[in-house]
């Protein structure tokens, strides 16, 4: 039977409203995950030695923020796993919880000059408990709305999803921005930094209650009827019957880790650092570039609907390549000239939302979610998590490096474009159907 019976129907109200609520309730959680990095260069200041050179302390930094991307194959594994056996909506709703609580008690801890070493530790601790949360939030949010809707509206489904979910980027940016617009750097030192923080926690436990209106996925309600769940371990499932899955979600993982690291999250602290725009120029362009991701995230859903993913990451992927270098080698002194090629960059670094509609058709749905958990998981922790340690050391040969970066991932991103057609396509009817093997 395949995944959806109707999935020749136009998206309903009811559907709207899953996927409004399920984007919303990303949202939120993404703002919890990301907040760190608007203010990394503080908190660098407050929980290291005084003494550390610049570098060291960003690198250290850097490698804190990392360490929640470490957490997410454990945190991810085990949520996907009591997801693809217990449902899907129970862990959506828990992964709310488990990002609320740490990232309020970020906002509480002393800095380094009360407690020494302690707080870049509890920090680090804080930091892989977050992790372990967005884990099981992002792949769960994709396979819930890709089983609620059409599906050849998956692409769309999806692509809008990923847009919301950049959206908690966007909120967090917002919020850098107004605390550097309208609070002095030592007031930003002095406990300023603290306010995002708090408003993590309260926007959690608001996300944690609109999930209560969300309803089960039809798909995983009827693999309960039918007795159709995995019999095995999920994981194991996945990782010996499912490998080219595997493997071709990592590398588009990889690639969208590239794009949201490397050009939305890192991008405001190069601005500053290596060409000396203010921070609240940096961030206001980086606002700009963060709608037009979402904007280009739902456009690449919709049009891998009508054209597929082959066709879909070839062209999106070209036009990351090309946008991406204009952006980082145009001077950026001159505001409306950044803002344009930073919202281009942005506008093209949304072909990524086009990587769930490959995951979710990739996978059986018995075990989707351990899928798209292990391979998204496992690759951005490799990948995302490192990716600003990388780029840092690199920019020590050229500044240069995040857009050699971002060229090399989005040339990477052509070729799989050009083997999705006679490779995993191909399987894409047969990975949309319930009784398919686990």
Known sequence: MNMHVDHQRRLN??????????????????????IF?????????????????????????FGIFAAGYLARPLGGIIMAHFGD?????????????????????????????????????LLLLLRILQGAAIGGEVPGAWVFVAEHVPQRRIGFACGTL???????????????TLLNTFMTPQGIDQGGWRIPFFLGGLFGLVAMYLRRWLRETPVFIELQSRQALAQELPLKSVVTNHKTAVAISMLLTWLLSAGIVVVI????????????????????????AIIALAVGCIIAGAVIDRYGAGKTFIIGCTLLGIFSWLFYHTDAHHPAQLFMTYALAGLSVGVVGGVPYVMVHAFPAAVRF?????????AYAIFGGLTPIAVTML????????????????????VLGICLPCGLRRKLPQANRINSAA
């Open 13 to 34: 109200r009811q559907d709207y409203k899953t996927l409004s609520l399920a984007a919303l309730g990303g949202a939120l959680e993404f703002y919890d995950f990301i």
């Open 37 to 61: 990095v608007f203010f990394a260069a503080t908190i660098g200041k407050l929980f290291f030695p005084p003494d550390l050179p610049d570098w060291l302390r960003q690198m250290q930094t």
């Open 85 to 121: 056996k217990v449902g899907r909506k129970k862990m959506f709703s828990l992964s709310i919880l488990l990002m609320a609580l740490p990232t309020l008690l970020m906002g509480m801890l002393p800095i380094y000059d009360t407690l020494g070493i302690a707080a870049p530790l």
């Open 162 to 176: 990923t847009a919301g979910l950049t959206i908690g980027i966007l909120l967090g940016s917002f919020i850098a």
């Open 265 to 288: 999250l890192m991008a405001p602290l190069w601005l500053q650092q290596q060409l000396g725009v203010s921070p609240s120029l940096a961030l206001r362009a980086n606002c700009v």
């Open 370 to 378: 351990s899928g798209i958990s292990f391979s998204y998981n496992v």
């Open 395 to 414: 920019m020590r040969v050229t500044p240069m490096a995040p857009s050699w970066y971002v060229l090399g991932l989005a040339a990477m991103g052509v």
